[in-house]
């Protein structure tokens, strides 16, 4: 095939997701305006209340970030210093960032190769009397492998903190990413599957306890105006912000399955590259929230697609126990093999809802 190197392939286009469902977004919006109710109120409680009945749990909190999700569900299991918690050192920096801010350690464990998620294998021996949780992190939009990470938890009397930031409407054994551990937490940052128009996110739970926890926590620590039960955030999500989601939601399945058929086409187009594509296990339905790819060569691969217009990206070039900021634990090159190896090997390719077969195709003549 005739590559077009003028033709740019963006990375992703959120522009044409909203011209798709224009006016249900702008009279969305418009409702809220007039309404006056602009932080929390019923625009907020409804989407709550869609969002648990989603999940299949029955309390859904909305929060500022999927960020501020992370923390105020360790705060909810009342972690804090003296207190360890267990997750990968391959994942964007809010997932460790959300321990330290809760004054406890993160304690690193390796990824699978495969999946890149935590590998349950190696939990049981990072274990101490000051563990408190496991973060599995479902990366990319596939499901970590949850029912020996439960196992352990319930063996060793531990808390399971889901970050599904990345992976909404993901299922592990056809449950809902976010509905299996204690509490899980949702990222609407534009970019993901289900994203708003600026920051927000969601903490999901079954347990009426977390949730009144983390209601109160998003409230400045107030159950009642003025009165501070607890030191709390700043957290609550906005209600133009829920309304935006409310109308993305009803179609965010259909979106899930364009980006696996997207991902289905890449296979296809990729069978017999250098490149090694990604992996769906059985357990799982992946959501593509990233076509992420292994290439040997892969900073002289990325040069090469952005020299014929093509964006890609990398999640992510430096581990956690390799970056400044958690120069505090002590953790050396070396400390996880796995991760460290996949931060020069990975590289996400261009993936939403609307990309062209062209688009692909070209993205993958190039690799090729």
């Not at 990072?126 to 408190?132: D, E, N, R, Y």
């Not at 939601?249 to 017999?272: F, I, M």
């Amino acid at each position: 095939m005739e590559m077009n190197k003028k033709r740019q392939v963006n990375f992703s286009i959120l522009a044409n997701e909203y011209k798709a469902i224009e006016k249900e977004i702008d009279a969305a919006i418009k409702e809220v305006l007039l309404s006056g109710q602009y932080i929390l109120g019923p625009v907020v409680k409804e989407f709550e209340e869609q969002i648990a009945a989603y999940c299949g749990v029955k309390y859904a909190i909305g929060v500022a970030s999927g960020s501020d999700a992370l923390i105020l569900a360790l705060r909810s299991l009342d972690i804090g210093p003296g207190d360890e918690v267990i997750t990968t050192p391959f994942t964007f920096v809010a997932t460790a960032h959300a321990i330290v801010h809760c004054g406890a350690k993160p304690v690193f464990v390796d990824i699978e190769p495969e999946t890149f998620n935590i590998n349950p294998d190696l939990i049981e021996p990072a274990i101490t009397k000051k563990t408190k949780a496991i973060i599995p992190v479902h990366l990319y939009g596939h499901p970590a492998n949850m029912d020996p990470i439960m196992k352990i938890a319930e063996t060793h009397n531990l808390y399971v903190v889901e970050d599904a930031a990345q992976a909404f409407g993901a299922r592990y054994n056809g449950r809902k990413v976010g509905s299996i551990g204690h509490v899980g937490c949702f990222s609407f940052f534009p970019t993901k599957n289900l994203g708003c128009y600026g920051d927000g996110g969601m903490v999901v739970t079954d347990n009426p306890d977390i949730a009144e926890k983390v209601d109160i926590l998003r409230r400045q620590g107030c159950r009642e105006k003025y009165h501070a039960e607890m030191i709390g955030y700043n957290s609550r999500l906005d209600a133009i912000q829920a309304a935006i989601l409310k109308v993305k939601l009803k179609y965010v399945d259909q979106w899930n399955e364009q980006r696996r058929n997207v991902a289905h086409r890449y296979n296809e187009l990729l069978y017999g590259s250098d490149v090694q594509a990604p992996t769906e296990a059985p357990y799982a339905y992946h959501v593509y929230h990233q076509y992420t790819i292994r290439a040997h060569k892969r900073d002289d691969l990325k040069r090469l697609l952005l020299e014929n217009g093509i964006e890609t990206s990398i999640y992510y070039p430096v581990p956690l126990h390799l970056q400044d900021g958690f120069k505090f634990l002590e953790k050396k090159e070396g400390s996880f093999p796995e991760s460290e190896k996949a931060t020069f090997e990975v590289l996400s390719l261009p993936i939403f809802p609307e990309i062209s077969f062209e688009c692909q195709e070209k993205v993958c003549a190039v690799i090729s």
